[in-house]
């Protein structure tokens, strides 16, 4: 058979091998693909803030807050009041399990681990205390215990004296001196402010705290800027504020 050929012309095969300076010069503008994809991955690290679009220079120092949010301060953990009423569980043995009363003594007591002290101390501390005390108990290692708040009766205190409105107030948390007064509806107009005291009752028996209401009540008369220096009284169960 004959193949029939193709007719080529040698000007054409010369543009073909020869795109010419115009068909370059509109190439020279085409990215490679690689090229294109490190830019695109660029692009998206700039738009979602991982890195800064102007460049810092050597010196610049970045601010603590733009590496890290600034960490929240932990509240404060509650402590056991007495009245409390708490469930204890010592895991894999029901017959321990218990639901305890805070005595007004600040203790309670618990199978194989005695008389605990429970007023002014978290739940983990206590829970901690049963597991080392029952212990003892086991040849092998103890069980876990778990302590947690089924009725909290919360801080019961007194304010008494010269007083809008004396007597027995609770709170969720511990009030200081200025948010137990403020809640007796604040000092009578002849009041000795500057002689107030608190009655605390400890395991070492019974003991009186000066207070310097007078001071804090001028506010920014004698008070001054930032932090205080000392931090103001708090009131626990049982406590009395007396205002003469």
Not at 124 to 135: L, M, N, P, V
Not at 235 to 244: A, K, N, T
Request: cysteine-free.
């Amino acid at each position: 058979m004959r193949a029939e050929g193709v007719n080529v012309n040698s000007s054409t095969l010369s543009r073909d091998r020869d795109p010419g300076p115009a068909r370059n010069k509109r190439r020279s503008h085409v990215l490679p693909r690689a090229a294109f994809g490190q830019v695109a991955a660029m692009f998206m690290l700039v738009a979602s803030g991982t890195i800064s679009a102007t460049p810092a220079s050597a010196g610049t120092q970045v601010p603590a807050q733009a590496v890290a949010p600034a960490a929240a301060a932990a509240p404060a953990r509650y402590t056991i009041n007495t009245g409390d009423q708490l469930d204890v569980f010592v895991w894999g043995e029901e017959r321990m399990q218990r639901q305890v009363l805070v005595q007004p003594d600040g203790t309670f007591a618990f199978p194989l681990a005695g008389t605990i002290r429970a007023a002014g101390r978290n739940v983990s501390d206590i829970a901690d205390e049963i597991r080392e005390r029952i212990s003892l108990n086991y040849t092998s290692a103890p069980p876990d215990v778990t302590v947690s708040v089924r009725e909290t009766e919360g801080t019961r205190f007194y304010v008494l004296g010269k007083v809008k409105q004396p007597g027995s107030f609770a709170s969720g948390t511990r009030p200081n001196v200025l948010q137990a007064l403020s809640m007796a509806g604040g000092a009578d107009e002849f009041a000795d402010i500057g002689n107030a005291v608190i009655m605390r009752q400890t395991p070492q028996g019974e003991i009186v705290e000066p207070v310097r209401l007078k001071r804090l009540l001028k506010g920014g008369r004698s008070l001054k800027s930032g932090a205080l220096s000392n931090p103001l009284p708090t009131l626990s169960s049982g406590d009395v504020l007396i205002v003469p």
